[in-house]
Structure formats: structure tokens, C-alpha cells
């Protein structure tokens, strides 16, 4: 089984791609979406999360999500703490999930692919690129948070020369919906190809 690894920074359009991956039938391992169960009320992650960051939980036991994003983005000691408690589960679940599947490929979304040096978990790395002034425009857009922070996550994620140089496909997502599509396609039948390969090619 082919395991391509997308990534990309914020509002690279990262979440849009995979989707467009997803209804062309592709299995989609999506690390964001596995640290949202893992933090859900009642999870081992969240009750870890809430001794250290206990002005991020509301009395309902709810994570304040926003609250901790601020509050990670703007101190390396305390993201690293998070970081810490999170991605031994998030890697542990996508290890279980991939063992799960019988599939030609599957796409094993990773925004930190780059950052924390994983690389080696699959077989190509695909990044979704995009300008950083769109980034920003995306992000505000859709999350309404102020520039500062936006460049303070921006900050803390690979920069797009090292994720460039690390890709072994790049979709440069500064259109439009249909043309990411287009190019999602074009890349699906390009694994499906790879996957009909003997295995020593």
C-alpha cells in the first residue's frame, strides 16, 4: 500500500485537497481530525491537557480550542508541552488506522510532516502551496483571527522553501475550487499508476 503524506502550512488549502481526494474514493488518515477525538470530554488526552492548561477548559469540561491555540502560538515552551502529549496518541491512531486498511493507497494528512521530521513514514510527500499574503487572506477569512496571530502560527511552521525542498509533488493552490480539483485528479491517477508497478521499480 502507497502512503503519500499531504501537508502544506495554514490556509494552504490542505483540508479542500484532501477532500477532493476523499470523493475519488482515497482512504484519508487526517492527524487534525484524530487530535480533535483525542481531545474530546472524557478522553485521556484532554484530562493530561487540562492539568497543564487549565485556564483552557471551561467548567463543562470542554477545551476552549481558540483559547489554547493563542496560548501555544505565542510560547515555544508551552506549544512543545502540548506537542508532547498529543503526538505519541495522534501517531499511535494513524499506525492503527493504516493497519486497518487493505487499499492501493491512502493519504495520510500531517500538517507537521515537515517540522517534525517524518518524512520517512511514507512513500512521497505531496505539499499543497501556496503565497503567504493568501494564506493570511484565507485564514482571516474563514477564522477571523488578527494578522499577529496568524503570522505567529505562520511562524512556527516550516518555512515553504524546506517543505518545497522536501516535496516530491507540489499542487500550487492560488486558484480556483475547480482547478484544485483538477489537479487532485491528475495526481490520483498518477498514484494508481504507481501502485500497478512491480514492487522492485
Known amino acids: 500500500m502507497l502512503k503519500i503524506g499531504l501537508t502544506g502550512g495554514i490556509g494552504s488549502g490542505k483540508s479542500t485537497a484532501a477532500n477532493h481526494f476523499e470523493s475519488l474514493g482515497v482512504p484519508i488518515i487526517d492527524a487534525d481530525k484524530i487530535a480533535h477525538q483525542l481531545t474530546q470530554p472524557g478522553q485521556p488526552a484532554l484530562q493530561e491537557i487540562a492539568v497543564h492548561f487549565s485556564s483552557c477548559i471551561d467548567n463543562q469540561g470542554h477545551l476552549l480550542r481558540a483559547k489554547l491555540r493563542e496560548q501555544v502560538f505565542s510560547n515555544h515552551t508551552q506549544k512543545q508541552l502540548l506537542e508532547n502529549i498529543l503526538h505519541p496518541l495522534i501517531h499511535h491512531e494513524i499506525f492503527t488506522s493504516i493497519q486497518q486498511l487493505t487499499c492501493d493507497y491512502v493519504l495520510l494528512c500531517i500538517p507537521l510532516l515537515v517540522e517534525k521530521k517524518l ?83
Open 119 to 201: 518524512c520517512n513514514w511514507v512513500d512521497r510527500t505531496l505539499v499543497i502551496d501556496c503565497p503567504e499574503a493568501l494564506q493570511i487572506l484565507r485564514i482571516k477569512k474563514r477564522n477571523g483571527l488578527p494578522t499577529d496571530q496568524i503570522k505567529n502560527i505562520l511562524n512556527c511552521q516550516a518555512s515553504r522553501k524546506s517543505r518545497l525542498t522536501v516535496a516530491n509533488d507540489i499542487i500550487t493552490n492560488n486558484g480556483s475550487t475547480q482547478e484544485l480539483a483538477e489537479s487532485v485528479k491528475k495526481l490520483h491517477n498518477f498514484y494508481q499508476s504507481l501502485c500497478q508497478l512491480p514492487a522492485d521499480q
